[in-house]
């Protein structure tokens, strides 16, 4: 089977985009959409970030749109324990391609500079003030990891269970990789609008893969349910 084939059988709509342009029109038109419709039915919305390079091109889309920015809140789905200013940090990244939609939006980063347990403390009690999210936007690395929830760590399947003990998990340090803030399955399978993004060859594979995997190995595959859509492009 196909990616789309294998989205639409669980009830997934599946976006194919040609070029990245189009790809990044096609995110930013769906998240304005949600969070329009957040906003006419609610007063507000809540929109949840992922970080990596991907989602820069949809994100300047986003910020040129016209929104009533000054309804909305931003934050992180995950970000590693680095300040802003450093090349690694996703809040940099998002401030960068939001500049004018965070002038007049409530932005909410995850980095305090505390410690990872103290900042995944305090976004916890954040987190249960704010959620669901309207609009919550995953990423996906070759790995099949999501958010920062990787493959194969020790506590993998409690933090992706809508059972978890917490909103918001401090992931230690490890070989290749910074310690980092995530949000768990308990606080990302409450959006009431859940969009994947993906591109290239590789995670089109990785993607199809975690149809049949159990989440433990590609962590994505726990999130492949309603009301997740799938943006893809063959360019990355």
């Given at each position: 089977m196909?990616?789309?084939?294998?989205?639409?059988?669980?009830?997934?709509?599946?976006?194919a985009a040609a070029t990245a342009e189009a790809h990044a029109e096609h995110m930013a038109s769906r998240v304005l959409e949600g969070l329009r419709q957040a906003i006419q039915a609610n007063g507000t919305a809540t929109l949840a970030l992922s970080g990596g390079r991907g989602p820069e091109q949809f994100?300047?889309?986003?910020?040129?749109?016209?929104?009533?920015?000054?309804?909305?809140?931003?934050?992180?789905?995950?970000?590693?324990?680095?300040?802003?200013?450093?090349?690694?940090?996703?809040?940099?990244?998002?401030?960068?391609?939001?500049?004018?939609?965070?002038?007049?939006?409530?932005?909410i980063p995850m980095y305090q500079g505390e410690s990872p347990e103290q900042d995944a403390a305090r976004m916890e009690v954040v987190l249960r003030r704010l959620l669901p999210a309207d609009v919550l936007v995953l990423g996906m690395g070759p790995d099949g990891h999501t958010a920062s929830l990787f493959p194969q760590t020790s506590d993998i399947a409690e933090n992706l269970s809508d059972r978890a003990r917490q909103l918001c998990q401090a992931?230690?340090?490890?070989?290749?990789?910074?310690?980092?803030?995530?949000?768990?399955?308990?606080?990302?399978?409450?959006?009431?609008?859940?969009?994947?993004?993906?591109?290239?060859?590789?995670?089109?594979?990785?993607?199809?893969?975690?149809?049949?995997?159990?989440p433990e190995k590609l962590p994505v595959a726990a999130f492949l349910a309603p009301p997740m859509e799938i943006f893809y492009s063959p360019e990355g």
């Open positions: 196909t990616l789309e084939q294998c989205s639409r059988a669980r009830g997934l709509p599946f976006d994100l300047r889309r986003l910020d040129a749109m016209a929104l009533e920015w000054e309804k909305v809140t931003v934050t992180l789905v995950d970000e590693r324990w680095v300040p802003e200013d450093h090349p690694d940090s996703n809040a940099g990244m998002i401030k960068r391609c939001l500049p004018r939609a965070l002038q007049r939006a409530q932005w992931v230690p340090a490890a070989e290749g990789r910074r310690a980092r803030l995530t949000m768990t399955g308990k606080a990302i399978r409450q959006a009431k609008l859940l969009l994947l993004q993906i591109s290239g060859e590789q995670k089109y594979r990785t993607l199809l893969e975690a149809f049949e995997a159990e």
